[in-house]
């Protein structure tokens, strides 16, 4: 699989879990969706920025993903 499609099926996915997400009431179904939407939109940004060809040290906002998940626990 190379990396476009890779790409591209990530954000279809986004795009429906926020859509599903959308018409649900609040609750814990709607935040599990938000979240999933959530840990694919930062592997997505991981994948940009592994794949780039400029050699940079991670964005910030997704330096905090360690804190992230130990505040899930």
Known sequence: MDKASHVDRLSDQIKRLREKARGLPAGDERDE??????????????????????????????????????RRK
């Open 33 to 70: 969706l938000l979240r999933k939407a959530e840990q694919n939109e930062i592997a997505l940004r991981l994948i940009e920025w592994v794949t780039s060809s400029d050699k940079f040290p991670p964005p910030e906002d997704l330096i905090p993903i360690r804190r992230h998940r130990l």
